[in-house]
Nanobody
Framework: QVQLVESGGGLVQAGGALRLSCAAS????????MGWFRQAPGKEREFVAV????????YYADSVKGRFTISRDNAKNTVYLQMNSLKPEDTAVYYC?????????????????WGQGTQVTVSS
């Protein structure tokens, strides 16, 4: 069992930046690909970014490419999402997810564990 706890959300003005963190409870989360998803009010949850165990492969949604960066520190069992140049349309609850196969996927149904989410609000 893996428990995931997100932090770092908040209120920021358009053009600003936030860094989200996701801490995993397992001593090691080796071989887990880690992803970030988000859900805006009235919309379905959507893929944001994913990173493999080694960090060697990352993939992003087109809507965040060039603005967001996913990274991980395996020694700390933590994955990060650096969000720059934030836009009001980035407002959503952001979820961290773990996939017990180190193969990056963009579909939420292929993830095994989820955090509770952290709210990000971008004001115009």
């Amino acid at each position: 069992q893996v428990q995931l706890v997100e932090s770092g959300g908040g209120l920021v003005q358009a053009g600003g930046a936030l860094r989200l963190s996701c801490a995993a409870s397992r001593r090691t989360f080796s071989n887990y690909a880690m992803g970030w998803f988000r859900q805006a009010p009235g919309k379905e949850r959507e893929f944001v970014a994913v990173i493999t165990w080694s960090g060697g492969r990352t993939y992003y949604a087109d809507s965040v490419k060039g603005r967001f960066t996913i990274s991980r520190d395996n020694a700390k069992n933590t994955v990060y999402l650096q969000m720059n140049s934030l836009k009001p349309e980035d407002t959503a609850v952001y979820y961290c997810a773990a996939r017990y196969l180190d193969v990056p996927r963009m579909t939420e149904g292929e993830y095994d564990y989820w955090g509770q989410g952290t709210q990000v609000t971008v004001s115009s």
